[in-house]
């Protein structure tokens, strides 16, 4: 390395003597000092060095002007040719750009020179020179030509994306928004001069390397995530129409280096996701062009129809790298709905069509097949070696249609993924039938083909059973009706053993697949016995035992016992020992107690929407129902994301005093009061209700009885105490407006920090605010859970989001619901617990003490009641709640109204 010394030797002789061998010198020694800093290779990551280049200050005076001078002379002398030597100035020249633009303070002052125009108007008449089909070229050595343009690309890269963002979006690597936070300084402003530049490039560009292509495209991608300003002046409908030209460009496939066309292919399909990310953070104004008509041309090459080519142009090869293509693309479909903006991005889409043109796809697969398969040449002689040749050309052929099968479920899940109103416009627009169709047509199912399908059901890895829940039922319907028609007897086993894990894995699944009339179509697939493995019939007879535990119609048991029947009465039945093993398991009944009829309210925006209640009748407030939670099954990327709690109920007045209680995600059950300062909260830990079981919990708020008495909370499950503890009892003067069972109700408004008061200290002996320790220490509280493990709260009031989660539908089942005006007596909780979840009238034949409850009970729920000789369905059975909450009427529900209970 040179030492500074030099550098200033050098230096003064060149201002003493104007010699510009000597500025050569100079420069030669200091690209020699930092050469560490000329990272080049696009495809390589930047190496972190310790040093850094000098800062512009500490150059010395007027380099910069005289650098200029240089390059400027440079440009005025291209028009002759430049000589040797000064091609290697013109070089040196861009190195030490490059270097300078290492020491990132130095970028903004480099970018508003106008070194970076010189610079692109001679690679411009370089890359001219190299797309020049002249013999000269052939003959003349280009690879000083060559180094320039790949150092004048990486100069341009310097400037406009400082932080090497590309290279590590290349690599894998995503950086996170802490990540980009810390990005000090920012790009060069992007000279007006690249988007005419970028497009010349690739004009009749079939004679330029496709190595210097894949620079280009490195830059545009460089330019795109190098900064938000500099991409949306980037992204044109010029750059655009090149990069869709990059992609339907299949004249030079022939002739190129296969990996060098690939890898051109996949920059260019990684320049058009970062483009859309970024279009998708721009408003209206900043656009040039919109991801819809990006999305237009997309699929239109996509889709394009390769019998519209001359016969020559249609090999074997050709068709095979264009189905290497639209594999590619369709992977690229799924890369660009990764992303945070994922909503707005399907919805796009959705309105480009996109499903239509993905099943046109897949349909014009079997038109390749066929279309090769009527290929035939007669006058080969060796016919053996011929039909040989061709079967292993089909076999490779079959291969690749099959990926692109695979590829095009991706796509069709990524568009649908965690979306119900793309899956409802799937199903309206196209239909789970169709695609049956499209799919069966193309032959024997792949393995991989049906693992994608299963991954669309459970939108994510499919091995993830008991991770990832069903997502999309219609899949699982598909692939049942698939197995009679699937030949391999071990794909049939697999795909039955895989459903029978998933589809019974826990309550939840049980229900989505009842719902989906799942026990019809196994029945149906059963029909075609002959065709099925004995073990896949036993699995799916299993399942369907197990959903009929779960709810089965009178016409599924008498369609199920018609699959036994024979034509032989000695003959026996594959099926006799199954099929009883499986009405077994429905009629057996479950050593807990189970809820035959309940409001499924899955869905986070189901629930019970309860009227107003102008005022409260008694001097208590007690609620008692029976639910069940299965455990939280987790949602990729967004698992737990800001936490959340699932209302069991909430009670508020106008002015947000009332009663709430709610499961956490990790399933321990919270009380909660809120009065107009604070939010006062009881919890019970070490106690999960997410275990599929059917509980039935008693929270009974109690005011105290004197003027200084202390109010209470109690809380019983399956009608034994577990706590009771002071809790604050809200103003029960003014109306509840505010009224819902299950069911999130109003997101709470949280005031700015200036407006939230200061709750006061629960006791002076704890010093920590939300604490009741120094009130629980006292020997007269008491209650069956240890005093270390009851844990209480209290938070300012309208801060209960951030601190406990935004507010969820219960996410579960939900069966009666009594909500008394009056406190409950231990004696009573216990009945209510007893007479089980699916009594209609709990104290219709008990004893003295429930002769006085149905004059306090304010609401009862049930999912089913009967109003005279009608059957009323307030909730259907088994059934997902819509969004919109149900209302239930007071006269339907009130048993003092005169509701007749069975």
């Known amino acids: 390395m040179a030492s500074r010394e030099r550098l200033f030797e050098l230096w003064m002789l060149y201002c003493a003597k104007k010699d510009p061998d000597y500025l050569k010198l100079w420069l030669d020694n200091f690209v020699s000092s930092y050469e560490q800093f000329l990272d080049v290779d696009f495809e390589k990551l930047p190496t972190r060095v310790d040093d850094v280049p000098p800062g512009i200050s500490l150059l010395p005076d007027n380099i910069l002007q005289v650098l200029r001078s240089q390059l400027l002379q440079c440009v005025q002398k291209m028009a002759d040719g430049l000589e040797e030597e000064q091609q290697a100035l013109s070089i040196l020249l861009v ?20 070194y970076i125009n010189h610079v692109i108007t001679m690679t411009t008449l370089y890359i001219q020179q190299l797309k020049s089909k002249k013999k000269e070229k052939e003959l003349a050595d280009q690879t000083s030509i060559e180094e320039f343009v790949i150092h004048a690309l990486a100069f341009c890269e310097s400037l406009y994306d400082p932080y090497r963002n590309w290279r590590h979006r290349i690599s894998g690597r995503i950086l996170s928004t802490v990540e980009k936070s810390r990005q000090k300084y920012k790009p060069a402003s992007l000279t007006v001069e690249f988007v005419p530049f970028f497009y010349q490039c690739f004009q009749e560009s079939e004679h330029l390397k496709e190595s210097l292509k894949c620079c280009l495209l490195h830059l545009f991608g460089a330019i795109v995530a190098g900064g938000q300003k500099n991409a949306l002046q ?42 859309v990310h970024i279009l998708l953070t721009s408003s209206s104004d900043q656009r040039q062009v919109e991801t ?26 050709w068709e095979s790298r264009f189905i290497a293509l639209q594999i590619k693309m369709l992977n690229t479909i799924t890369a660009m709905l990764d992303c945070t903006d994922r909503p707005v991005l399907q919805a796009i889409f959705l309105n480009s069509n996109c499903f239509e043109h993905l099943i046109r796809l897949l349909q014009n697969c079997k038109l390749f097949l066929n279309a090769n398969n009527k290929v035939a040449d007669k006058n080969e002689k060796d016919l053996a070696n011929k039909l040989l040749t061709e079967m292993n050309e089909d076999q490779v052929f079959q291969g690749q249609l099959d990926c692109l099968a695979v590829s095009a479920i991706q796509a069709l899940t990524a568009v649908m993924n965690k979306s119900p109103a793309a899956k409802e416009v799937f199903k309206e627009r196209i239909g789970y039938t169709h695609m049956f169709e499209v799919l069966k047509s193309l032959g024997q199912p792949p393995l991989e083909l049906l693992k994608e399908l299963m991954n669309m059901a459970v939108e994510g890895d499919h091995t993830s059973v008991g991770i990832l829940g069903i997502s999309n039922v219609q899949p699982l319907l598909l692939l049942i009706q698939w197995l009679p028609e699937i030949e391999s007897h071990d794909l049939q086993i697999f795909i039955s053993d895989w459903l029978k894990r998933i589809c019974c894995i826990n309550r939840q699944s049980r229900t989505t697949c009842v719902n989906a009339n799942m026990g019809i179509r196994i029945i149906e697939t059963l029909d075609s016995h002959s065709s099925l493995h004995r073990t896949c019939a036993e699995n799916l007879i299993a399942l369907h035992g197990s959903l009929g535990s779960q709810s089965v119609s009178s016409e599924e048991i008498r369609q199920l016992l018609r699959l036994l029947r024979v034509d032989e009465p000695e003959y026996i039945h594959p099926y006799i020992t199954p099929v009883t093993r499986a009405i077994l398991t429905m009629a057996r009944k479950q050593s807990l107690e189970s809820a035959l009829q309940y409001f499924n309210l899955s869905h986070s925006m189901a629930g019970i929407s309860v009227p107003s209640i102008q005022k409260w009748p008694g001097s208590a407030f007690s609620f008692n129902a029976w639910f069940c939670l299965d455990q939280d099954q987790l949602t990729l990327g967004s698992a737990n994301k800001g936490g959340k709690r699932k209302q069991l109920y909430s009670f508020f007045t106008g002015s947000g005093m009332g009663f709430e209680a709610f499961i956490t995600h990790s399933g321990t059950l919270v009380v909660a009061v809120c009065t107009k300062r604070e939010y006062a909260t009881v919890m019970l830990p070490d106690h999960s209700f997410c275990d599929s079981l059917w509980h039935n919990i008693t929270i009974v708020h109690m005011p105290g009885k004197r003027p200084f008495g202390q109010s209470l909370v109690y809380i019983y499950d399956n009608g034994q105490q577990k706590v009771y503890a002071p809790l604050r009892f809200p103003a029960m003067n003014e109306p509840f407006i505010s009224c819902c069972i299950g069911s999130a109700g109003q997101r709470t408004t949280t005031p700015p920090p200036s407006q939230i008061p200061d709750p ?143």
């Open 760 to 902: 006061p200290f629960s006791s002076p002996i704890t010093p920590h605010r939300t604490s009741f320790g120094g009130i629980l220490s006292s020997a007269s509280w008491g209650g069956t859970v240890e005093k270390s493990k009851l844990i209480t709260k209290l938070i300012s009031a309208g801060t209960q989001d951030s601190e406990w989660g935004c507010p969820t539908s219960l996410e579960g089942q939900l069966g009666s619901v009594i909500i008394f005006s009056e406190a409950l007596q231990p004696p009573q909780v216990k009945a209510l617990y007893l007479a089980g979840p699916n009594c209609l009238s709990p104290w219709k034949f008990q004893e003295s003490d429930m002769a006085d409850l149905p004059a306090n009970v304010l609401l009862h729920y049930t999912a089913k009641v009967r109003v005279n000789a009608w059957t009323v369905h307030l909730a259907l059975c088994n059934c997902a709640v819509n969004q919109n909450s149900i209302f239930i009427p007071f006269q339907w529900v009130i048993e003092k109204k005169g509701l007749e209970l069975p």
């Open 95 to 114: 190195k030490f750009f490059i270097i300078l633009c290492r020491n990132l303070s130095n970028v903004e002052e480099i970018g508003t020179c106008s």
């Open 234 to 275: 980037a992204i044109s409908p010029a750059t655009m129409e090149v990069l869709m030209r990059v992609l339907a460009d299949c004249d030079s496939w022939e002739d190129g280096n296969p990996e060098e066309v690939g890898r051109k292919v996949e920059l260019t399909l990684k320049c058009l996701t970062e483009v």
């Open 292 to 317: 819809s008509s990006i999305l237009e041309n997309y699929f239109k090459l996509l889709n394009s129809d390769h019998s519209a080519l001359p016969n020559q142009r249609r090999s074997r090869q």
